[in-house]
């Protein structure tokens, strides 16, 4: 899940489109055809409220805000309801924090953008290390969420359940080895919104396990929807409260895995994107 800019012409407002990259044998892998897998493998879920922290160490253990809305501002939404599904190619920031985009819109737009863009930080392989995890945590939520949230998160983020994961107490990986956890947005869908708040559902597939010789728990795929209830608050869009449930999930593809070796390169090569709505 933010990570140019430029105005291409895409008409309509909706679907969440990607945009300029940011940057830049013992394999378990073998030539099997990839199975269904199984949502308790997830480990995306570990960000945001204690239970998703639960959902975490489950996958461990597998292996054994304030002013008025602006003039112009888009009018409330029923929960649930749809957009269309054309880009509208308007810029999601003018900005970072960090390496997390911010300044996005006071809109539905901006919303959509910020929920997205924050979904990816959330479900990052940062959040496995306590600076970094911290950042991240500050960075997206309001200033009470942040600090309801980390106290909890660093209990679950012990040095035992990091090597349950085949990482060291700073949240690395051993020699040869990558640790691969990504967000990739499918699509968002605004359940409500008055201009001070949103609510705002975000669809992504992730990436998540150890790639590399020994392996016990290869990089596989999971499908989940991802709930933010944002609040206006230092001219930005910030976390108040999130929720995920699994799903919707496609039929897996008959394309046969890659080798360990292909997906710690391919991590390496591939840059993650700032996205937009």
Not at 73 to 97: I, L, M
Not at 116 to 122: P, Q
Not at 125 to 150: C, Q, W
């Amino acid at each position: 899940m933010s990570l140019g800019d430029d105005n291409d012409g895409f008409g309509g407002t909706g679907q969440t489109r990607t945009r300029l990259p940011e940057g830049g044998t013992g394999d378990v892998y073998g030539g099997a055809r990839r199975t269904p897998v199984r949502t308790s493998r997830s480990l995306i879920t570990v960000v945001g409220v204690v239970v998703l922290l639960i959902a975490a160490i489950a996958f461990a253990n597998r292996s054994d805000s304030d002013g008025t809305p602006p003039s112009g501002s888009s009018p409330a939404k029923a929960s649930g309801t749809g957009a269309p599904t054309g880009a509208t190619g308007v810029r999601p920031v003018t900005g970072k924090n960090g390496e997390i985009p911010s300044g996005f819109a006071r809109d539905e737009q901006g919303a959509q953008s910020a929920a997205v863009n924050y979904a990816v930080a959330l479900g990052s392989d940062g959040m496995f290390n306590a600076d970094s995890r911290h950042r991240i945590v500050d960075t997206v939520y309001t200033p009470e969420a942040s600090s309801r949230l980390k106290g909890p998160q660093d209990a679950a983020y012990s040095p035992e359940f990091l090597q349950r994961l085949g990482l060291d107490a700073g949240g690395n990986a051993p020699a040869g080895n990558t640790f691969v956890s990504r967000t990739i947005p499918v699509g968002t869908k605004v359940e409500a919104f008055d201009g001070n708040t949103a609510k705002v559902s975000v669809w992504y597939t992730g990436l998540i396990g150890m790639s590399g010789p020994g392996s016990t728990d290869p990089v596989s795929t999971t499908w989940k929807t991802w709930t933010f209830d944002l609040q206006w608050a230092n001219n930005d869009w910030k976390i108040v409260a999130d929720s995920q449930k699994d799903g919707p999930a496609p039929v897996p593809g008959d394309i046969a895995a890659s080798s360990a070796d292909e997906i710690s390169q391919a991590v390496e090569e591939f840059g993650g994107f700032t996205y937009a709505r």
